[in-house]
């Protein structure tokens, strides 16, 4: 067809009166109002409301308020009335709603089919058929039930129990899995202060802190209740602003925060904590109770400050001065954790630090290490996290076939373990994998089935947060809205909760394991543990009626009971070591650094699903998105390295390339790189985004536990000579020194 | 009988000695006002969207890298929101008033008369004024996150903190149906439910809301610490958000590089 | 003086698209032209303006006048909160059950209650998404400058909603039309008592 410039003007006139019109209107769809089918028990068309839950996105078990409206959650805040954050909480636990409304979320039972393993081909299953092969499985297996593993994130509470009494029932196999697990803080507290649950640390009452590799402000424990404390610890009223000492190789949030930061070198946190001690001891400035009970002088005698000044990095003036501040103010406070733990020395490190709060007396004193109790009856299981020796036991009994059946819930191994185990290879030779991941995650994606669970808003359950606030507290968690894909549920697919998976395959394999566990639904097994509470008859909640317990325990999100505090830990048998343990580094000819992994705004890996983290700045360096490698300014200076120029780093165990941070505030030995990049799926937001650090560390283990040292490894760093622009929050705006303002911080010396 | 709205000067307070950078509230203010997310595109071309930010200076830089000791370096952080000026130089250069100081106290952005002149943004010292330059999308389900009380700002138009309103609303009217002054403490993170996403979230307390005219409120009365400062107070701008000096043991008055 | 070169042929396709253009501007014109005046005059509004049909024919008179329901029986938060809301299906049902079950109308009702399904309806007064509006607020005043029920507050806006067979609105809720009315009553006109 032949147009003339006369029949072009008009067919275009045409064109974008047509655009003109279609622009004038909206989709109509926006013009209508939905009235729901039925009428919600409390909740008004239009009105937003708050329900109390628990926070299921880190192990710290936070109290939460969700705001619902019409059947959808909106915001997430701190729960007022919990006692462990009152009220606050941290980015984490806002960007749950992400999770729940995930756009990458199963919205049903898949399975691999006839599909090879690994390739990401999966078929749409329906619940029946995923129960049925699960169950089919189980009861298979009855007679080698011991070749059945059951991997699960921490537990504690409820649904320790459940899984506990399941495994026992049928003699299958439970390993917990953490990346970070807390297995050597455990065993160092146990040593100092005997079998008792991890103590609470009362930062808010502490006149001078001493932390040893706890970035208890970034990523340690429970890092929101921290805060609080750090908060009033500055500068609450009535009080003297505490001081806050760091020693850690690498500069994370709490050293940023810190007044001064020890950067020592990685491994030695023990050796000065007990040069610490000899100075205290030598000048008699601790308390002499706690110093006998340590053993006295004679066994710190090897620890001179002299002696170990140049194993630590630092100066015999900073140590014995330190040990002064320390001694002197009252009460000082000596934490540790992170990667102090995470060297084959660690529980030699972490007993040498918790030893410092004996020998200044602050056991169980305000502003020391107060005990924690144990949780009330009912509540009380706990499942420990597996130490590394026992995932390498497990991959070894996978790749000699002893292992028939794997079920991973609420645990990314394959992700999270070192490449170097091999549970990639060995997971092929695994005849069943299930995963209950509600996205496909690193290892759902070697799956045999992915039957997926519902998210922490979408389900029952109760904790005890560990750990505690100094009495007994229980966590209630409801849920705050209906299950994001119950209109899947007429297809039989949608999601389930993983407890009440458990329960109905139980029934269906029968026999011991179905009495081993009698309840019907997860929400009975959460009633159950509440009726125990409701027995106790004390704490935040007494009631006559168990109804109106339950009721209110749900709208107050958990029990608590101020008087339930732990009394004085029996004297321990623990004595300063007199004979150092020296880390030991995986380690060849040319890997001259010290590679420091660690948790990011993305945790160790869990979070790297929610656009909300990945986006968060890191708060030093301010990177978003990416895996990059902190390195010392003056040494990418040296190297010609800049922002953004690829660096690859590389152990004796594999090679990762990760975009280079010079960093003003890192040792020249040391390099930083922080977990939680390099998926091969869980998402769209976390596929195939930067760099798994895991790849690259060595299979080492603490000496005394077995737990991972994932700070024992040595690296080396080159250019490779690409660059790519580094996704970062500052640069965003000028800054105010760059317009000709003045200073946007200023200071004041503290008051005398 | 009908009860005049009470007069309120609404104003912050973030004491930077307590702040630890844990990006809380930023995340808090994005969940809370539907801020689009900062995808790793938005950051390279320096158009991320964050009303509240932690900026982080460093101290000692080159005196670190000369000597080889790290740990002289001094990481300082600072939240920077809208100051909401009393004397505001974004408000005067808006060729169409979709930005005015109103009677709370509050730097307004009027949505619906922005025409993306970007001129206020130009003139805004603390940076805290931000542009769409892109239409707001979100994947499929996560429309049902966003809070129904917050306007979703489209493509050419400029945005910025607005000290959550949409709470304060709720505030004064419930102000008016009970006919009282609903107190400072009612702000304070663990028994109100009406301060700003930022201020609820901040684990530490470093932001404190509240009412300016208010004479025993907790905000009026830590904003007359012997601490406090305004940022940039040389320009005269009469931020009403009111920075308390961070405590340094080590460094004098005015050490800052 | 050259005479003209003959016309080229024009063949079918061209006729058509000349045809269907003409066509187009005229349906355009007036789709398109009372939508802007209309925009500037609530009068021109109105006389384009259809009143939606609702999936169910909902007689508000028989509700209201013949058997004297409040209204906020059925818009339950529209004195506690913004929105008034619509009920649930199921608050329906609580009556007709057993009320009129013979009618159409209430075997549509009742089959979207048996199938589960929310029932779309289509709104007649709706403001743009950059406005706030809060019936609570509104209703407070009124309710105490007035002092009446709250139920007899809603015609100020809405209209006499009790006597329409189907719903309509009866004024223009511009901005105009709001703040003429925030200024007789001495509210606030503040730009951000609504806009936010």
Redesign the interface.
């Known amino acids: ?1 032949e147009l003339t410039r006369r ?1 072009l003007l ?2 275009s ?2 064109g974008l ?2 655009v ?2 279609a622009a ?1 209107t909206f989709d109509l769809k926006e ?10 028990e409390d909740l ?5 409301t ?1 329900y109390a839950t628990l926070c299921r996105e880190c192990g710290a078990a936070e109290g939460l308020i969700v705001r619902v ?1 019409e059947g ?7 729960n ?1 009335a919990y006692p462990l ?7 984490r636990c ?2 749950g ?2 999770a ?4 990458d ?1 199963l919205a049903g039972p898949i399975k691999r089919g006839e599909n090879a393993r690994g390739n990401g081909k999966f078929e749409a299953a329906t619940w029946t058929e995923g129960l049925d092969a699960f169950t089919g499985a189980l009861k298979q297996q009855q007679s080698n039930a011991a070749s059945v593993v059951i991997v699960t994130g921490s537990l504690r509470g409820p649904s320790a129990n459940l899984v506990q009494q399941f495994t026992a029932g049928y003699g299958a196999r439970h390993m917990v899995f953490e990346s970070v697990e807390q297995t050597v803080l455990g065993e160092a507290i146990k040593r100092v202060y005997g079998d008792v649950p991890l103590p609470h640390f009362d930062i808010a009452n502490a006149q001078y802190i001493l932390s040893f590799g706890a970035d208890f ?2 990523s340690w424990l429970n ?3 921290y ?2 404390q ?2 009033e610890f ?2 609450g009223a009535n009080r003297k ?1 505490g ?1 806050l000492v760091q020693v850690e190789p690498r ?1 994370s ?2 050293a ?2 810190a ?5 020592v070198n990685p491994g030695t946190e023990g050796l000065l904590a007990l040069s610490i001690a000899y100075v205290i001891a030598n000048e008699r400035l601790g308390d002499a109770n706690g110093l006998t009970a340590l053993g006295g002088t004679a066994a710190l005698q090897a620890y001179a400050p002299g002696v170990v000044a140049t194993a630590t990095g630092a100066s015999v003036e900073k140590i014995q001065r330190i040990a002064h501040e320390f001694a002197v103010a009252k009460p000082g406070l000596a934490l540790g954790g992170g990667s102090a733990a995470a060297h084959t020395n660690g529980v030699f490190n972490l007993s040498a630090i918790y030893a410092l709060n004996t020998l200044v007396g602050n056991t169980g004193k305000a502003g020391g290490v107060i005990m924690n109790p144990r949780a009330p009856a009912g509540v009380e299981a706990v499942a420990q996290a597996a130490p590394m020796a026992q995932w390498q036991k497990l991959v070894d009994d996978m790749n000699s076939g002893r292992v028939q059946a794997l079920i991973v819930r609420g645990a990314d191994p394959l992700y999270g373990l070192p490449a170097k185990l091999g549970f990639e290879a060995a997971l092929a030779k695994v005849p069943l994998v299930v995963s209950f991941s509600g996205l496909m995650d690193d290892t759902a994606m070697f799956a045999d089935w992915v039957l997926p669970e519902h998210t922490g808003f979408e389900d029952w359950g109760a904790d005890v947060p560990l750990p505690g606030p100094g009495y007994q507290v229980v966590g209630v968690q409801q849920p705050v809205v209906r299950e ?1 894909f119950e209109s899947q549920r007429t297809n039989d697919r949608g999601t389930r909760g993983f407890n009440d998976v458990l329960l109905t395959v139980a029934e269906g394999v029968g026999g011991k394991i179905a009495q081993a566990v009698p309840w019907k639904t997860n929400r009975d097994l959460v009633m159950d543990s509440a009726r125990k509470l409701f027995a106790l008859n004390r704490g935040s909640l007494k009631e006559t009626d168990f109804n109106a317990f339950w009721i209110k325990l749900l709208a107050n999100g958990g029990w608590w009971d101020q008087n339930a505090k732990a009394s004085a830990p029996a004297a321990s048998a623990f004595k300063l070591p007199a004979q150092a343990q020296n880390p030991e580094f995986q380690t060849s000819a040319d890997t001259p650094l010290f590679l420091m992994p660690f948790e990011s ?1 993305l945790g160790d890996g869990r979070a790297a699903h929610l ?3 990945q ?3 890191d ?2 360096t ?1 990177a ?3 895996t990059w490698v902190e390195i ?3 040494l990418a ?1 040296e190297k010609g390295i800049e922002e953004g120029d690829v660096v690859r780093v590389t152990s004796q165990f594999g090679e990762i390339e990760v975009l280079a941070v010079p960093h ?5 030995n040391v390099v930083a790189v922080p977990m939680g990049g390099g998926h091969r799926n869980y998402g ?1 937001y976390a596929q195939d985004r930067g760099a798994n650090v895991n790849a690259i560390l060595g299979p080492a283990t603490d000496k005394d536990t077995g737990a991972f040292a994932w700070a024992a490894t040595k690296v080396r760093i080159e250019k490779i000579g690409r660059r790519i ?1 580094l ?10 020194e760059q ?1 000709e ?10 008051k005398s | 009988m009908i009860t005049p709205r009470i007069p309120h000067k609404w104003g912050m307070v973030v004491d930077i000695d307590r702040c630890t950078g844990c990006q809380a509230c930023v995340i808090a203010c994005q969940a809370e006002n539907n801020i689009p997310i900062n995808t790793e595109d938005r950051y390279i071309q320096r158009r991320a969207i964050e009303w509240i930010r932690i900026e982080r200076y460093w101290e000692g830089v080159e005196e670190a890298v000369k000597t080889g000791d790290p740990s002289l370096v001094k990481a300082r952080f600072i939240p920077v929101l809208c100051q909401h000026c009393e004397n505001a130089p974004c408000e005067p250069v808006c060729p169409v008033y979709a930005t005015y100081h109103n009677n709370e106290g509050m730097n307004v952005q009027v949505y619906n008369r922005c025409i993306g002149t970007r001129y206020c943004a130009n003139n805004c010292p603390y940076q805290v004024r931000f542009f769409n330059f892109f239409q707001p999308v979100w994947p499929e389900s996560l429309y049902n996150q966003l809070n129904p009380h917050v306007t979703v700002r489209t493509r050419g138009i400029m945005e910025k903190c607005t000290f959550c309103i949409q709470r304060l609303r709720k505030v004064e009217r419930k102000e008016v149906k009970e006919q009282k002054r609903i107190s400072d403490a009612e702000f304070d993170s663990a028994s109100g439910m009406y301060g700003p996403a930022c201020v609820r979230a901040c684990p530490t307390d470093t932001l404190v809301f509240g009412d300016l005219n208010d004479p025993n409120g907790r905000v009026a009365k830590m904003a007359k610490d012997e601490r406090g400062y305004q940022m940039f107070d040389r320009l005269g701008t009469e931020p009403n958000v009111i920075y308390l000096k961070k405590v340094d043991l080590h460094a004098s008055e005015s050490a800052h590089e | 003086m050259q005479e003209p070169a003959p016309r080229k042929k024009v063949n079918w396709m061209m006729r058509a698209a000349v045809a269907l253009s003409v066509v187009l501007t005229v349906v355009i014109t007036l789709a398109v032209v009372p939508k802007i005046l209309g925009h500037y005059f609530w009068s021109i509004e109105q006389w384009y303006r259809v009143t939606p049909v609702q999936p169910i024919a909902f007689p508000h008179p028989s509700h209201v006048q013949v058997d004297g329901i409040d209204c906020l029986f059925c818009h339950r938060s529209v004195a506690t909160d913004a929105m008034a809301s619509i009920p649930p299906v199921q608050q329906c049902m609580f009556c007709h059950k057993l009320v009129k079950t013979d009618s159409p109308e209430i075997q549509k009702l009742a089959k979207y209650a048996s199938d589960n399904v929310p029932v779309e309806w289509i709104r007649v007064h709706r403001v743009p998404d950059h406005v706030h509006f809060v019936h609570e607020a509104h209703i407070t005043f009124f309710t105490r400058r007035d002092n009446v029920a709250p139920s007899q507050v809603c015609a100020t806006c809405h209209g006499d909603v009790g006597s329409m067979q189907q719903v309509k609105q009866v004024r223009s809720l511009r901005m105009g039309d709001c703040v003429d009315c925030h200024r007789q009553n001495n509210a606030p006109t503040d730009c951000a008592v609504c806009h936010y």
């Open positions: 067809m029949q008009k067919l006139g045409l009166g047509g003109l019109y004038c013009n209508n109002v939905e009235s729901p089918t039925l009428i919600p008004v068309n239009g009105i937003d708050w409206m959808r959650a909106k915001k997430v805040e701190g007022p954050n009152a009220g606050k909480h941290g980015a806002e960007a709603l992400q729940l409304y995930h756009p979320r402000l970034g890092p929101v209740a805060g609080r750090y908060g500055r500068q602003r001081v500069f949030t709490t940023a925060s007044d001064e930061w020890v950067p994001f705004s656009p909300w983290m986006a968060a700045p708060p030093v301010t978003t998105w990416r010392n300014l003056g200076r003003p505030a890192i040792p020249r769209r622009q996704p970062k929050m500052e640069g965003t705006v000028p800054l105010p317009l303002h003045q200073q946007a911080i200023l200071f004041t010396k503290p």
